[in-house]
């Protein structure tokens, strides 16, 4: 699909002159109101009509927008490209275009002057559009259109620098948008469940033998661990002990989708053992137990159950001790 | 700055993740609360006057900072000026927490990050990597390195004010 004429640059209603909008949607003088309603400039504004309807400047934040592009957030793709429609160019696609630095950062796409610009120069928002590559009768080699649903919306003309550039553009930016996003993190969190689940059910069953000796109830209550190492919060499911983690440096470097706890559990986030009540003394409403750990994220561990290595002292809210006949 | 203005007020126009009206005030000192429908698309917040249907502004919400302000409100902020606020007024704690829970998952980083999380797991967990099977195990946006270094800001011009 060839677009019929280049772009003409961004939205045509806007002149680039029009700067000023602080993003302030409640700025509460009279003049911005009027401004607002005829949509126009502060002092350019003819008397409100009220069946006038124009479509005012639509207010982003710009200084937040251009500190994401400025900022280390690594870029999903970079490189050189020729454009044209933009600020300093003919609006038909004569010559080789305007030549800037693009950066994608996410559904984002950016250009700059040059890899070093300080202020982006323009942002095209991803959402919506179909990416391919031009064909005849564009001159051009190596061009790509990004073409919108939107009507009335001119596709905007690219060209790189050669085919393998082109074509990783056009991948690039035919993956950006957050729908694609959002569908595969969705995949992988059925994926994660289902593996959560499957290997729930494997353990259960292999350790029937020592979580039997405790009649164990499913109970979802949480304890915590007094002597950590790390940290980290138990809880009990079916017959079976999970340790969750709920700090990031249990959890490693990444944090959980939530950024706060949540079910880490898996080989290296879990430890598993059974509970004898112990004598030390711990808060009202808890148990403690002493529990001896057969296997841990933090390895299997080596020596007798009843060494220290072995065992960790632990408290239970009393609810959740009850389950466990402690 | 320019941008895509006609194809942001399109996407204003997609299904939300969620809408409501809220009382809104700016960030600026004296600014009044004003009605506003707000809406929540992928990774934008646009705002409307409650009686129209073009939206009156956005935010891009990435690199920002959701949080419950009192009474049954939140806040909106982002990580470059923490103390510039947008503030928002729900009419119940409910609707103030589901607001801010949305928000706080609402950017592409946010995603990037659960992303990375759950292709992790399920490699340790199953010793495979998810994303192999679909062949996109290779893109940049799905690898670790992808993840930002929080607390560093490079190059961010003093000349920010100046974006047209």
Redesign the interface.
Known sequence: MVPRSPPS???V??R??S?GH???????LPGNQVA?LCGQRRGDCPPPVSSFVS??????????????A?????A??TGFLRIWGG?GTPTTPSGTGRRCWFVL????LFSFESP?G????????L???TVELAEAPIPEEFAFTIR??????RPHLLAADGQAAQEAWVK?LS?A???Y??L??R???G??QE??QS?ASHRCATRKAIASRYSAGHCPGRGFCVSKKPSCAWSSAASSWYCQAESEEEAGR????L?KVSC?F???SWALGFAVPCDKSYSPGWVPIKVFLLRSHWGTLPGPLSSPSRTLIAALPSSCAKCFSI | MRYNEKELRALSRQPAELAAELGMRGPKKGSVAKRRLVKLVVNFLFYFRTDEAEPLGALLLERCRVAQEEPGGFSISFVEDPERKYHFECCSQEQCEQWTEALRRASYEYMRRSLIFYRNEIQKMTGKDPLEQFGISEETRFQLSSLPRDGQSARVSSRLDELD
């Open positions: 640059g961004t939205s209603s806007r680039s002159g700067r602080p993003a302030d949607p409640a700025a509460g607002e479509v005012g400047a639509m207010k982003l934040n710009k200084r937040s927008v251009a500190h994401y400025l900022s280390d957030s690594p999903d793709h600020p950062k996410g559904n984002l070093e300080r202020a982006p120069l323009s942002l095209v928002v959402e919506g559009c919108f649903d939107a009507p009335g919306v690039a993956r948008s957050f729908g996003m959002r595969v993190v995949e992988l969190e994926q994660l593996a959560r290997l990444q944090s959980g989708p950024g880490f898996g080989p290296q």
